[in-house]
């Protein structure tokens, strides 16, 4: 299995930004924790983050083109925004996760609308940086 694991503006920072609301773990942590778990059951892994709206879609795009089976997205603060990433997402059909550290529904109004939990497989918000983790566990078992 052939999993993308796709973060939006801003991700990069974690560790740094806002710890109260994101928490103190930083990407590179979150990356090291689902290789981990990812190779220990035999499935292939990458990461991709951007904080430009055009690498994201363009890494959508290319996903396709690589044969990825499914997709963990946080798209951040794209959430809210990003049709052309809604639209990339549907164009290539690939099943994704959504993931956000912070429940965007308890957030500002704003934040409470999601571009993308309506097409994705499933969304898992709220649970700090152990949505990526719930989410490929998820991938794994019913692969």
Not at 23 to 38: D, P, Q, T, W
Not at 62 to 85: C, K, R, W
Not at 127 to 132: F, K, L, W
């Amino acid at each position: 299995m052939n999993i993308l694991v796709l973060n939006g503006p801003n991700l990069n920072l974690l560790g740094l930004r806002e710890e109260d609301i994101y928490g103190s773990e930083s990407l590179a942590s979150i990356e090291e924790k689902l290789k981990n778990l990812a190779h220990e059951s035999n499935c292939e892994i990458e990461f991709f983050q951007s904080n430009a709206e055009h690498e994201l879609i363009n890494s959508i795009q290319n996903a396709y083109e690589n044969q990825v089976d499914v997709i963990i997205f946080n798209p951040a603060g794209y959430t809210h925004t990003s049709v052309a990433l809604r639209d990339a997402l549907l164009a290539v059909k690939i099943p994704f996760y959504e993931v956000h550290i912070s429940d965007i529904n308890s957030r500002e109004d704003f934040r409470k609308k999601s571009y993308f939990s309506d097409i994705a497989y499933k969304v898992f918000s709220g649970h700090g940086t152990n949505g990526y983790i719930m989410a490929l566990k998820e991938i794994i078992e019913n692969k």
